[in-house]
DNA sequence: AACGTCACCAACCGCCTCCCG
DNA sequence: CCGGGAGGCGGTTGGTGACGT
């Protein structure tokens, strides 16, 4: 049975689109006085060329007089994405969490920002879980970028950075972070989500002591802002007494529900020991060079580190890179990239 | 300065749910 | 129990301003 819209047809005069000032007050003054009552018969009562279901959206989205305007806070933010995580698009729900927010507006905070942030991240934003198509490398890209503010690398770091991520790519990413996981599961981030899981096979899964929130970080919209980051795994990595750059990638291993941005982290999973690498490339020749994933077994703390090694910088690497990314990504993004990787003001010196 | 592109968000559209007679 | 209507909800659109070329 057909149901009859809201404004029926003989209502084609009634006016749509903004709102006036004029219209705002005269709605006001109804509601302030006589309560909005039945909402399809409101508009003739106030005086207003609308059709009830606009008055009603007009009050709910802007005219309600407890309603909180103004940009959404980190608090906020993260309680939307657990909200989501659990309720899905069930915006009015999730509005009755966040007093003075409408379901509408969260809606459209979610869709222009938080939904780009969970996909610069790897994760589907529908089920919070890392994506499983490739495409998510494309958010590696990201990685690249956010790595270079919040820890200045050089540009070699950030060059080998992109080479193994296109081993990565070659090099089946499933594979490693099931290696990484210890089994195949199926899906194999779910251990480190719900944190019954670890990198560390014989640890416990170190508790970051600290970690900035991405509007805080150095670079907003990046989940590499675990600039300051220091796990007490990892702390002694940090400072690598080589006088190579040390660049990190990651690695959060407990899951932190109240931390939107630990989760992406985990995605990947990633330990780049620069200076290793580094030492490796200087002694392998182009012609020679081959791509492997092994596993660091004389590391001291016994974990599953697992680290690439890579052919020299190649003069093929933008070329590789478009053909990964196809023709979303333009070359010129790289060499922006690349460009401020060679900046002079890195305060880590090789 | 002009034009194009992008991001944001208010508002619309149409379907769904609930309630009442 | 059923049908109809009002309100609620979520997806989408389009206007606008900011920014880049």
Known sequence: MGRSPCCS??????????????EDEK????????????WKTLPKHAGLNRCGKSCRLRWANYLRPDIKRGRFSEEEERLIVNLHSTLGNKWSK????????????????????????????????????????????????QLICAAHSALKVQADAAQ???????TLNTNQLSTITAGLMGSQKSYPYEGL??????????EPAPVPQKFHSMSQGVIDNSWAS????????????????SSHTTLYIGVPLNFSSSS?????????????????LISELVSESPETATTSMNQMGDDKTNTNHYYSTMSPADTSMFQAWEKLMGDETDSSFWKDILDLTSSPSSPIQR
């Not at 047809?9 to 004029?22: F, I, Q, R, V, Y």
């Not at 080998?160 to 296109?166: A, G, N, T, W």
């Not at 990892?234 to 400072?239: A, F, I």
């Open 193 to 202: 989500i719900n944190g019954t899981s670890s990198l560390y096979a014989d």
């Open 94 to 141: 999730i509005a009755t969490y966040l007093p003075g927010r409408t379901d509408n507006e969260i809606k459209n905070f979610w869709n222009t920002h938080i939904r780009k942030k969970l996909l610069n991240m790897g994760l589907d934003p529908n089920t919070h879980k890392p994506r499983t198509d490739l495409n998510h490398l494309l958010n590696l890209t």
């Open 226 to 241: 675990f600039e300051g980051y220091e796990s007490p795994d990892m702390s002694h990595k940090v400072n690598n007494s």
């Open 9 to 22: 047809s003989d209502d084609a005069n009634l006016k749509k689109g903004p709102w006036t000032p004029e």
């Open 27 to 38: 709605l006001l003054d109804y509601i302030n006085t006589h309560g909005h009552g039945n």
């Open 260 to 276: 939107l941005f630990t989760i992406h982290i985990q995605v990947f999973s990633l330990f780049i020991f620069n200076d290793f």
């Open 160 to 166: 080998l950075l992109q080479k193994l991520i296109q």
